[in-house]
C-alpha cells in the first residue's frame, strides 16, 4: 500500500498529465484551417501590441501570396490600456463583413503609436465615415462580441501563450505535425512553404 504523500504525488502527476493532454486536445482542435482550407494561418494579437503591428503587414502578404485564410483571435494582454476597446470594435466591424473587420485592424496598426484611451473613440468614428458604416451608440448591446474576445482568450491560455503574436502555420493533414509556431514572423513564408512541400 503507497504511503498517504506518494499517493498524493501520484494523484497531481495524474491531474497534471490529463491537464497536459486537454491542452494539447484544444491546440488540435483549435489550430486548424478553416472548413474548405488545407492549410491557414492562424494568429493571436493585440491591437495595441507594436510587435503585432509590425508583423500585421507581413501576415497580410503572406494570406494573400499563399492565398491560404488568415484566422485573428483576439488577445488583448491586460497592460495594454485600448486595445480590449478595439478588439470589441474590431467585432463590431467583423459584423458588418470580414473585409472591413480586416481593413480596421489594418487602420489601428497603422495608427498605434498616436492612439491613446482619449483618442481612440474618435479615430473609430473617423474610420466608421471613411468606410460609410453607421457606427451605433452601443456596439456590443448584449455582450456577444466581449464574450468572443473572451472565448479567444480562454483559448490562447489554454494553448499556453504567453506572449503576442503568436503565429501558427496550420494544416489539415492527417499525418505529421498539423501546426507549427512561427517565433520568427521572417521565417513565415519559409515555413509555410516547408509545410505546403510535406
Known sequence: MLPNALKLTYFALLALTFSFLAAAQDAASALKPPKGSKMAIVVFEDLQCPECARAHPVIEEAGRKYKIPVVVHDFPLPMHNWSYKAAVYARYFDTQSKQLG?????????HQPEITPQNLQQLMEQFAREHKTDLPFAV???GKLAAAIQADKD???????NHTPTIYVVTNKPSGAPYEEVADRTQLFATIDRMKAE
Not at 102 to 110: N, P, S
Open 102 to 110: 480586416d481593413e480596421f485592424r489594418t487602420f489601428i496598426f497603422q
Open 140 to 142: 456590443d448591446p448584449q
Open 155 to 161: 483559448l490562447g491560455s489554454r494553448v499556453g501563450l
